[in-house]
């Protein structure tokens, strides 16, 4: 038994959360309390319908042109991408002064590196960052206060104000 100043995680589908109930044992799904402390209830609903929209899978990005390449990887769903799809990114001077990137995201523009679940609960556990370059979600921010915007309502969490992304 694990003392408890060591918290065991929870893990499924949908992610590895830290469990906060020192008795639970790992068995390939949340908790009751994890799963509560982790998600709303419709957010449960919802997955339960789509479970493909929320596995997460790596992605890469690349976008040529300006005088050089906008490229990184991330972890994504593959609902998060479709919302992504369509969407205008200001990277800002990302290439150097004066060179103000703006894009409207394409399919062509991201393609998926690894949608194998082992290998990637592999990597979590083992702590390996693959996680490089550019993440498009870190780039819709609140106008306001700076945090991330949700990317689905573009509402942000802090201010409670609502934008148009």
């Known amino acids: 038994m694990k ?59 690349e976008i040529s042109g300006w005088g050089g390449d906008i490229t990184g990887m991330f972890y994504a769903t593959e609902k998060e991408i479709r919302n992504l799809i369509g969407k205008e990114i200001n990277f800002g001077e990302v290439l150097g002064r004066f060179s103000e990137i703006k894009v409207i995201i394409k399919n062509e523009h991201i393609n998926v590196v690894s949608e194998d679940q082992e290998f990637l609960d592999q990597v979590q556990k083992k702590k390996i960052k693959l996680e490089i370059g550019y993440n498009p979600f870190e780039y819709f921010r ?10 689905e309502t573009g509402e942000c969490k802090k201010c409670k104000i609502k934008e148009e992304i």
């Open 3 to 61: 003392n408890n100043k060591e918290k065991e995680s929870c893990t499924s589908m949908y992610g590895t959360y830290e469990c906060h109930d020192p008795m639970h044992k790992d068995k390939g799904d949340f908790c009751a309390h994890c799963l509560f402390e982790n998600f709303t209830w419709e957010q449960y609903l919802e997955k339960q319908k789509n479970p493909r929209d929320y596995i997460r899978k790596l992605y890469k990005l």
């Open 142 to 151: 609140c106008s306001r206060c700076g945090e991330k915007l949700d990317l």
